[in-house]
């Protein structure tokens, strides 16, 4: 998988295309949950997606507020799961993260399932389960 990270500012049409397609198909049909999965976030993010045979099969978003990294909208089409394209993508966020900010928190809202694929990447859950778009979710922090 080749991933790329690019700033909103600097995406394609086809690439920006892409990634929402992705995103919609996974979290407002798939997961049956429907909300405004575009949002003025996407403007000052940075996107992160993978491609196989120049097509995005993962994606994810980062951006930073005051001293925390935000990392959000991590999706892998669905036949490309349970290859290990998650945790690729995870491990060059991270990296990609550290590399670019001086900061080492990094926060994300986990669908609480998840919760132990983020744990082996080094996240910590914080707090109680919480519903985030009838889903349940928890809050998760990395530290280096």
């Known amino acids: 998988m080749k991933v790329e990270y690019v700033n909103y500012s600097d995406l394609t049409k086809n690439q920006f295309f892409e990634i929402l397609n992705l995103r919609i198909r996974i979290f407002v049909v798939e997961q049956q949950c429907p909300y405004q999965e575009l949002d003025e976030i996407d403007l000052i993010s940075d996107h992160v997606f993978g491609?196989?045979?120049?097509?995005?099969?993962?994606?994810?978003?980062?951006?930073?507020?005051?001293?925390?990294?935000?990392?959000?909208?991590?999706?892998?089409?669905?036949?490309?799961?349970?290859?290990?394209?998650?945790?690729?993508?995870?491990?060059?966020?991270?990296?990609?993260?550290?590399?670019?900010?001086?900061?080492?928190?990094?926060?994300?809202s986990a669908q609480k399932y998840l919760l132990g694929f983020y744990k082996s990447l080094g996240f910590k859950a914080v707090g109680n389960t919480y519903l985030e778009d009838g889903i349940p979710h928890i809050r998760m922090i990395y530290f280096n």
Not at 86 to 103: P, Q, R, T
């Open 51 to 108: 491609s196989v045979s120049n097509k995005i099969i993962s994606v994810g978003r980062v951006y930073k507020k005051e001293d925390t990294v935000f990392i959000g909208r991590i999706a892998v089409d669905a036949a490309f799961r349970k290859k290990g394209y998650a945790k690729d993508l995870m491990h060059f966020i991270i990296g990609a993260v550290k590399n670019k900010y001086s900061e080492d928190k990094m926060e994300l």
